[in-house]
């Protein structure tokens, strides 16, 4: 487990990745993650897949077109 610090950055908040967190990510400074949210309440940071964002942009697309049925199986 890798602890880090979450700071004031004007309105918002940002995290701090340490050289160790970057280097797992394979990712650098100005690289794009995405952070999901798992059904139990964690969240996975993960480097930019260009695979990995073609299927959450057609899941979101899905999602949209099929809301009103979405909401009433929820």
Do not use: C, F, Q, W
């Amino acid at each position: 487990m890798i602890e880090t610090k979450i700071r004031k950055v004007g309105n918002s908040a940002a995290m701090t990745l340490t050289t160790e967190m970057l280097a797992i990510l394979d990712a650098k400074e100005g690289d794009t993650l995405y952070v999901v949210r798992g059904d139990d309440g964690t969240l996975r940071i993960m480097a930019h897949d260009p695979s990995v964002a073609e299927a959450l942009a057609a899941a979101e697309t899905v999602m949209d077109e099929n809301r009103d049925l979405l909401a009433a199986l929820a």
